[in-house]
DNA sequence: TGTCGATACGTGTATACGCACGTACCGGAA
DNA sequence: TTCCGGTACGTGCGTATACACGTATCGACA
């Protein structure tokens, strides 16, 4: 019957699956920052720019993982509210580097217990899995992408 | 050191890891059926209608698990698509009943063993763990959304 | 029968995402 | 020095997502 299977199917997709994770886990991580007016998107940007320490467009986006170009409008929005800003490399000028302003490090600091909070949430949400074996399974799928055509 | 804890915290965030998935695996499924000019959440929004059969916009929403907006400005391009069309519910005229127009089933036929192929690779990325147990973890994050504020 | 809260849905606006394409710049070879 | 392939980045376009708000309709009650 087309229809049982079809049922079958929107409940054992692991691709859909992964997707209404991730909203959710999106809208989980976002409520803890909206008061300060950040998104998940963009306190995983500032983590991997403090992290990284004024990487380049390119190097940012390899390390969140995210298309350059996609990146590169997530940051105009964060530029816009002050807490990064571009600079042209003196030793290449094709290079932007990115750096985080006074006012993104302040930002990043308030927005820390947040996010120790959220992710002890979602930790408890998991149950007793351990979450480092939980984040390599996620990591197997995020492979998917990779050796491809 | 404030370097350090940042790096470590791009690793260890359970939203950023399972958003990071989600965008690879959504790839992946996107890329077996981007020759049929279909994507991962139009199959997912197909196999849905299918399995109900007609339902109406609120109900194929929490379906599909997305926000009812989201679904009808998703159901415009594949009402324009000509997958599948929608009518006023005569019981109710404020109901838009979603139906499966032939061309949506056929197409449907022909993404089925594309999807097959797709979920056997991402099962195999996976490893060795139970792909229902996986779900079941994904589910519990997708929980983290329902019973709050 | 008219009113009014509740329900079902669409639209305006904004962020997030990525492919295709174009531009500026770099460095080595002719 | 000029040319040319490669590199770093931005923009145009289209899809996906969701909140705030508005509109049409329904059903029960005065």
Redesign the pocket.
Known sequence: MKRKRARKIATECLGAAT??AG??V??HY??AFADLGL????F??LTAVRGIGS???????ES???????????????V??GWVK?AT?P????????ELTDAGAALLDLALPRWRAAQAEARTALGKINPTKFRDLLGRLERL?DARP
Chains 1, 2 share one sequence.
């Not at 998104?39 to 963009?42: A, H, I, K, N, V």
């Not at 990487?55 to 986006?61: D, E, F, H, I, R």
């Open positions: 997707q209404r909203r959710a999106t809208a976002d409520r998104t998940s998107t963009q995983t940007t990487p380049s467009v390119n190097a940012l986006a969140v993982r995210t298309d350059r170009t996609t990146l590169t409008r997530n940051l105009s929005l964060m816009r509210n571009k490399a030793s290449d000028r094709r290079v932007q580097t990115v992408a």
